[in-house]
Structure formats: structure tokens, C-alpha cells
């Protein structure tokens, strides 16, 4: 670095002036593009996130972009491509792997544009500003609890899995595992990865149901695999028979509630922290910092059941 640039840098540090990717950038007003990409909208969970950030985003003065990697990383990346090329100020990213999506994460940094991350992690620090994220452990936790108060200590069970690519699937299901195990005669008798889909729960429920068809419960790890489970068990005539907790907090699992063919379901405040994300992009933005002490932030999940669904009172948002 030459000395003029290095004088130049100290300036700016003196005035307080943010410093991007080892270039000054000084403060400035609201505005631009705000890249926000999600997993896959065809999820209401995903839809949330981008519709939330999106909104805030219009909100503070900056045009927004949603679009979705669908969980494939080579999509992710020329996403991020597109992003740097249409000049975003920021990108607001779900990534589409733990692992697989460090590279994307590093391709828009060389491009001095920040990144902030919800709902899922990556496996590498101090490269986003931020990851905002589900409290999934406490989560699972929750909602383990509540699924052995609503099955009973006692019998044969199932566990649907979500995609493996995602920490967050292992996170729940260790969370589940730390809960049920305590009770010995709870016996998890299968399980099969659904990747978060409603399709694949109901047919991984199926395989599941004629391996196993003494089971008296199914825990998921989220809502859309275990409304297809409850399609699968509803099928053969054993919903009555054999309950079914979810994970996510969304509208339609909400509604299962009250129809009484869904336990429970643990409410992960993605309204919450989709919003915040963009209001730390919009501080880093205008000041060099993010205002909050740590990358990783962790968001307390909720338990919805029939007594407290009047309080659902729009999408992922439980009114307190």
C-alpha cells in the first residue's frame, strides 16, 4: 500500500469514516440496491424472509431485489455475480450451504460489498457483518419438550430430517435427540432426510409408516415435511393414531393446529430477524458498523399450540 493511500486511511479512520475491503467508503445517505437472496419462495417460510426484507429495505430508502438460489450453490454464486454487477450496496443472503457458500460470501466481499446472512450460517467467521439466525438449538429443545407432553414417555417414533447441506437441521435434530433421549422409553425407530419439503415428507412418511407401522408419533424438523407427513398419515387412516410436531411457525402449520392435526409447532421469528438484517446493513452502510457487539445473533423460537394460535396474527408473527 503506498504512503498517500496509507495517510488517506488514517484520515478517514480519524473522521470516522467506515473503511470497506481495504478501501475508504465514506458515510452516506440511504440508498441504492439491496440484493436480498433466499432459499426457495415456493417455502411461505422463504417467501417471509424475502417479502420482509424487501419491505424494510423500501422502507429505508433503497430499492430492493429478491431472488432464489433454490439451494443450489452454483445458482447462489451467479446470483452474487448479478449482484455485483448491477452495483448493490449490500446483499442480505440465505446461504445455500454451511460450507459451499463461503465462496460466494468471499466473491462479494472482493467486490467491497457487505453481506449480511439470515436464517442460515456458514462455516467461517468475520466474513459476513452479520448472521442473524433462528436460536435453533433452544428451538428443537422447546419443541421436544412439548412433543413428549402431547406422544407420552413411551413407544416407537419417526424423525424427519432437513437437508444436510443446512447446520440447521443437524442443530434440531441434536436438539431433539438431547430431549428425548432422557426418556427411555421413547425408541426413535427411523428416520429419513425430506429436505424441508412437503412432497418428500410425505413420501419419506410412507416408506417410514410400512417399515415401522407400530409408531406413535413423528417429530419433524420443519412444517412443510410434516404437513406431508400428515397428508401420508392421513392417507392410511392412522392421523387419529399418531402425532406429528413441526418446526417453523408457519401459516399453514397454524392452521393444522386448529384443525387438531398438527401438535404443535415451533415458531422461528424470521419476520424479526429478516428485518433487522437490512436495519444493520442500513447502519453499516451509513456509519462503518453494524450496531451490535457480535456477528452471530441468535433469535428465540416460540411454541405455538391450540392455545395460543388467536395470537398468529400474520405470517411468522406471533403477537405477544
Given at each position: ?119 442460515a ?22 419443541g ?51 429436505n424441508w ?22 417429530i ?7 404437513l ?93
Amino acid at each position: 500500500m503506498s504512503k498517500i493511500r496509507t495517510l488517506l486511511m488514517m484520515s478517514a479512520v480519524s473522521l470516522g469514516l467506515p473503511v470497506l475491503g481495504g478501501a475508504m467508503a465514506p458515510a452516506r445517505a440511504a440508498g441504492g440496491l439491496m440484493a436480498i437472496i433466499v432459499n426457495d419462495p415456493s417455502n411461505p417460510y422463504w417467501l417471509t424472509e424475502g417479502q420482509v426484507a424487501a419491505a424494510e429495505a423500501k422502507k429505508l430508502g433503497y430499492t430492493a431485489n429478491v431472488s432464489a438460489s433454490k439451494g443450489d450453490t452454483n445458482t447462489e454464486s451467479n446470483l452474487i455475480d448479478t449482484a455485483i454487477t448491477n452495483h448493490a450496496v449490500t446483499i442480505i443472503l440465505d446461504p445455500a450451504n454451511a460450507s459451499g457458500s463461503v465462496g460466494a460470501v468471499k466473491k462479494a466481499i472482493a467486490a467491497n460489498i457487505p453481506v449480511f446472512l439470515v436464517n442460515a450460517e456458514i462455516n467461517q467467521e468475520g466474513l459476513a457483518k452479520a448472521q442473524l439466525v433462528s436460536n435453533n438449538a433452544q428451538g428443537a429443545a422447546l419443541g421436544a419438550q412439548r412433543w413428549v407432553k402431547d406422544v407420552g414417555q413411551k413407544g416407537n417414533y419417526v424423525e424427519l430430517l432437513g437437508s444436510p447441506s443446512d447446520n440447521n437441521a443437524a442443530t434440531r435434530s441434536n436438539g431433539y435427540e438431547t430431549v428425548l433421549s432422557q426418556y427411555s422409553g421413547l425408541i426413535r425407530a427411523g428416520s429419513q432426510v425430506a429436505n424441508w419439503d412437503r412432497t418428500q415428507g410425505h413420501d419419506k412418511m410412507q416408506n417410514l409408516l410400512q417399515a415401522h407401522p407400530d409408531i406413535i408419533g413423528v417429530i419433524s424438523g420443519n412444517d412443510e415435511m410434516a404437513l406431508g407427513a400428515i397428508a401420508a398419515l392421513k392417507e392410511a387412516g392412522k392421523l387419529s393414531s399418531i402425532k406429528v410436531g413441526g418446526f417453523d411457525g408457519s401459516p399453514d402449520a397454524v392452521a393444522a393446529i386448529k384443525a387438531g392435526e398438527l401438535q404443535y409447532t415451533v415458531l422461528q421469528p424470521v419476520a424479526i430477524f429478516s428485518a433487522k438484517a437490512v436495519d444493520e446493513a442500513n447502519e453499516f452502510l451509513k456509519t462503518g458498523k453494524t450496531g451490535v457487539p457480535h456477528e452471530k445473533q441468535l433469535f428465540n423460537c416460540v411454541l405455538i399450540t391450540k392455545a395460543n394460535t388467536s395470537r398468529y396474527v400474520s405470517a411468522f408473527t406471533l403477537r405477544r
